[in-house]
T-cell receptor, first 115, second 114 residues
Framework: AQTVTQSQPEMSVQEAETVTLSCTYD???????LFWYKQPPSRQMILVIR??????QNATENRFSVNFQKAAKSFSLKISDSQLGDAAMYFC????????????FGKGTRLSVIA | DTGVSQNPRHKITKRGQNVTFRCDPI?????LYWYRQTLGQGPEFLTY????????KSRLLSDRFSAERPKGSFSTLEIQRTEQGDSAMYLC????????????FGSGTRLTVV
């Protein structure tokens, strides 16, 4: 079974600075998708960014970018120019491209943004 | 479409009572998922439907839990004889069939068993 590990339970960043959240995963598959989700306090989970494993180019969405290292099974999220609204729980998730397997989530990283 | 809707937002129940939660997915999405999230943890998969068919159930889904999705539209999750360990946030999500997209989540139902 696939597993997702987020080794940083909590992180903090100064407003306008850059922060990187780590994620590693374990799989024997070669075709899959990776996601980062954001869950603000008492609010619903929203998709931040996604990466297709067969693409070497790292995904970017405005201030959010990933560093996808397939051989190392690593998928980190970089947030540039951090804003107060970025404070939230961030979850890394894995989904196989085969069959109907559901998303597998890590335990999350709580990000605090300091003004 | 306003997204995935879950009701109620909060539910407090006494141990031993039955509770039922409802999820209305995005209308074009044929897949619907239920997850459970406890404090400080990531969401854990419970079960999912493709249209009206329940295709997979997690080991977490004991025989006290049952889920339905009649006619492939909304879904209900029922917990019978609730226990304090059932206290959690129950999240519903939907997606189209293509596995490459992420899910759209609802706001969740927070269950407290006292």
């Amino acid at each position: 079974a696939q597993t997702v590990t987020q080794s940083q339970p909590e992180m903090s960043v100064q407003e306008a600075e850059t922060v990187t959240l780590s994620c590693t995963y374990d799989t024997s598959e070669s075709d899959y998708y990776l996601f980062w989700y954001k869950q603000p306090p008492s609010r619903q989970m929203i998709l931040v960014i996604r990466q297709e494993a067969y693409k070497q180019q790292n995904a970017t969405e405005n201030r959010f970018s990933v560093n996808f290292q397939k051989a190392a099974k690593s998928f980190s999220l970089k947030i540039s120019d951090s804003q107060l609204g970025d404070a939230a729980m961030y979850f890394c998730a894995y989904r196989s491209a085969l069959g109907n397997t559901p998303l597998v989530f890590g335990k999350g990283t709580r990000l605090s943004v300091i003004a | 479409d306003t997204g995935v809707s879950q009701n109620p937002r909060h539910k407090i129940t006494k141990r031993g009572q039955n509770v039922t939660f409802r999820c209305d997915p995005i209308s074009e999405h044929n897949r619907l998922y239920w997850y459970r999230q406890t404090l400080g943890q990531g969401p854990e998969f419970l079960t999912y439907f493709q249209n009206e068919a329940q295709l997979e159930k997690s080991r977490l889904l004991s025989d006290r839990f049952s889920a339905e999705r009649p006619k492939g539209s909304f879904s209900t999750l029922e917990i019978q004889r609730t226990e304090q360990g059932d206290s959690a946030m129950y999240l519903c999500a939907s997606s189209p069939t293509w596995t490459g997209v992420g899910y759209t989540f609802g706001s969740g139902t927070r269950l407290t068993v006292v």
